[in-house]
C-alpha cells in the first residue's frame, strides 16, 4: 500500500497507465477491510459482547463468514479473468479484477488482525519481501526449504500453461478452508 501512495504522487510528473487502479487501490482496500470487519463485529454481536465473536475464543462463526467474503471476491476476479478481455492495464476488466484483488486483500488483511490471533499479516509487501529474501536464502542452504522453489515454479508453470485459468486452485482451496471452517463452527456449536 505504501507504494499506491508513491505511484499516484508521480502520477503528477510522469503519467502512466493504471491511473484508475492507482487511485482507486487504498480506498478499495480500506472500505473491503472496513466491510470485513463490520460483517466479523455483526456476526461476533451474536454473543454477549459485540466483540467476543470477534476476536474472543467464538469466533469461528465471524471467520467463516468473512472468509465467504473473501472468497465471493476471489470467485468474482476469477470470474473476469476468465470471462472479460484484457488487452491493456486501462481495459475495464483489468481495472474491474485489479480492485476485486485488491478487495480481496483488504478482507484478508481484516480477516487475519481481527480473527487469527498469532497469525502474521499475508499481504504487507515490506514485510513479505523481507520473508521472500530469508526464504530464498534459505532454499539455497538448506534442503528443507525447497517446497517454496517448487511451489513458485509449478503457479509459474500452471500460469503458463493455462493463463487465469489457474487461479481456480487457490480459490478452490479457499473454498475447501470455508467449508473446513463452517464444519468447524457447527462441531462446535453442538
Not at 478499495?28 to 456476526?43: E, I, K, Q
Request: charged share 10%; hydrophobic share 55%; net charge neutral.
Amino acid at each position: 500500500m505504501t507504494g499506491s501512495f508513491v505511484l499516484v504522487g508521480t502520477q503528477f510528473v510522469t503519467p502512466e497507465s493504471g491511473l484508475t487502479i492507482k487511485l482507486l487501490s487504498i480506498p478499495v482496500f480500506f472500505l473491503a477491510g472496513a466491510l470485513a470487519t463490520a460483517l466479523a463485529v455483526t456476526v461476533g454481536a451474536r454473543h454477549d459482547s459485540p466483540l467476543q465473536g470477534v476476536t474472543g475464543d467464538r469466533g469461528g462463526g465471524a471467520l467463516a463468514w468473512v472468509m465467504g467474503l473473501e472468497c465471493a471476491s476471489l470467485s468474482a476476479l476469477t470470474a473476469v479473468l476468465l470471462l472479460v478481455e484484457a488487452p491493456t492495464i486501462d481495459a475495464p476488466g483489468v481495472e474491474a479484477a485489479a480492485l476485486l484483488g485488491l478487495a480481496a486483500m483488504g478482507v484478508q488483511s481484516a480477516m487475519v488482525r481481527l480473527l487469527m490471533n498469532g497469525v502474521a499479516s499475508t499481504n504487507v509487501m515490506t514485510t513479505n519481501t523481507t520473508q521472500l529474501a530469508i526464504d530464498c536464502t534459505l532454499v539455497l542452504l538448506e534442503a528443507r526449504h525447497r517446497g517454496f522453489v517448487l511451489g513458485t515454479g509449478c503457479g509459474a508453470g500452471a500460469f503458463a500453461i493455462a493463463h487465469f485459468a489457474t487461479l481456480l486452485v487457490p480459490v478452490g482451496i479457499c473454498y475447501a478452508l470455508l467449508a473446513w471452517m463452517l464444519s468447524a463452527s457447527r462441531r462446535l456449536a453442538s
